[in-house]
């Protein structure tokens, strides 16, 4: 089956600190990978996505690589702020009879402190 | 641009009343509408696909008939819990998408029902 496996959260960082979320999947055929983010009392927002192996998506200082070697697509950031405190998520999608269904991981909470 | 409204954004009933969830494209048009259910410290699971004038396809082990789904407009889609329960008790997630694949889904900001 489909499925997306993400690190267990919380994870709390001191400002500036360098993130790493990681993010596996399983899939059968060949997914585009995304993260969505999800500020507190929010719905989701797409955050970066890639298409094809070796493809990096990023934006806002995020970035992600897609890796078929490993089927990871873990999230980075240099450097956090305060304001990237929310719950983020790795999700995939296969084509199914023309639409584009999500399969999500769990989710994981980040807590960035001043 | 690209704004998805979801109304109610909590409702508490009794069991075995039914209830409404809306979910509207306010700035496009969604010829695509999906629903999604989120336990706690869980995924969000897809339930059911919707397109414009036709029939929700709903995923294994939906309940066709316990969540009815209407998508009557290219900017409306709801989503109906009928004679609910305790176990439905979850928050409901709806995202719409403008046709294209590959295109972005843009989500709501949920419905946390509670059933008492």
């Known amino acids: 089956g489909n499925s997306v496996t993400q690190m267990e959260g919380p994870v709390t960082l001191s400002e500036e600190a360098f993130l790493t979320i990681n993010c596996t999947y399983t899939?059968?055929?060949?997914?585009?990978l995304f993260w969505y983010v999800q500020y507190p009392g929010e719905g989701l927002q797409l955050l970066l996505k890639?298409?094809?192996?070796?493809d990096k998506g990023s934006n806002k200082g995020f970035e992600a690589t897609y890796r078929k070697e490993t089927t990871s697509f873990h999230l980075e950031k240099g450097s956090v702020q305060v304001s990237d405190s929310a719950v983020y998520f790795c999700?995939?999608?296969?084509?199914?009879?023309?639409?584009?269904?999500?399969?999500f991981g769990t989710g994981t909470r980040l807590l960035v402190s001043p | 641009g690209a704004v998805v409204s979801q109304h109610p954004s909590r409702v508490i009933c009794k069991s075995g009343t039914s209830v409404k969830i809306e979910c509207r494209s306010l700035d496009f048009q969604a010829t695509t509408m999906f629903w999604y259910r989120q336990f706690p410290k869980q995924s969000l699971m897809l339930m059911a696909t919707s397109n414009e004038g036709s029939k929700a396809t709903y995923e294994q082990g939906v309940e066709k008939d316990k969540f009815l789904i209407n998508h009557a407009s290219l900017t409306l889609s709801t989503l109906t819990v009928t004679s609910a329960h305790p176990e439905d008790s979850s928050f409901y997630i709806c995202?719409?998408?403008?046709?294209?694949?590959?295109?972005?889904?843009?989500f709501g900001d949920g419905t946390r029902l509670s059933i008492l």
């Open positions: 890639a298409t094809k192996a070796d």
């Open positions: 995202s719409a998408r403008v046709g294209q694949v590959n295109q972005p889904q843009h």
């Open positions: 899939a059968t055929g060949y997914p585009s």
């Open positions: 999700a995939l999608s296969l084509m199914n009879t023309g639409f584009q269904k999500l399969v």
